[in-house]
């Protein structure tokens, strides 16, 4: 059974720093694509960030674009997101998904990010 663990959230001031992390109980972690996405409260989760398998390729959303870095350690089996001049609008729940290269899908249960002065 493949368990995706998110950790790194918690009470920020506007302007602060975090940085999550997903670590990925999997035998070949670099089999995996690896996201961020996030769930604001009432809104619908959003992607927010993504890595390739090999980590050579990243993709962000708009709105978290040159704030946002992320990043994998394929031999710690674990993905970063570095979030840097957060904003209260990116206040939410972070997911982390890893996406199996035959097509599976396995998601963390969150971990709460809030931005507050």
């Known amino acids: 059974q493949v368990q995706v663990v998110e950790s790194g959230g918690g009470l920020v001031q506007p302007g602060g720093s975090l940085r999550l992390s997903c670590a990925a109980s999997?035998?070949?972690?670099?089999?995996?694509?690896m996201s961020w996405y996030r769930q604001a409260p009432g809104k619908e989760r959003e992607l927010v960030a993504q890595?390739?398998?090999?980590?050579?390729?990243?993709n962000y959303a708009d709105s978290v674009k040159g704030r946002f870095t992320i990043s994998r350690d394929n031999s710690k089996r674990t993905m970063y997101l570095q979030m840097n001049n957060l904003k209260l609008e990116d206040t939410a729940v972070y997911y982390c998904?890893?996406?199996?290269?035959?097509?599976?899908?396995?998601w963390g249960q969150g971990t709460r990010v809030t931005v507050s002065p």
């Open positions: 998904r890893a996406e199996a290269a035959w097509g599976q899908n396995f």
């Open positions: 999997v035998l070949s972690f670099s089999n995996y694509a």
């Open positions: 890595i390739s398998r090999a980590g050579d390729s990243t």
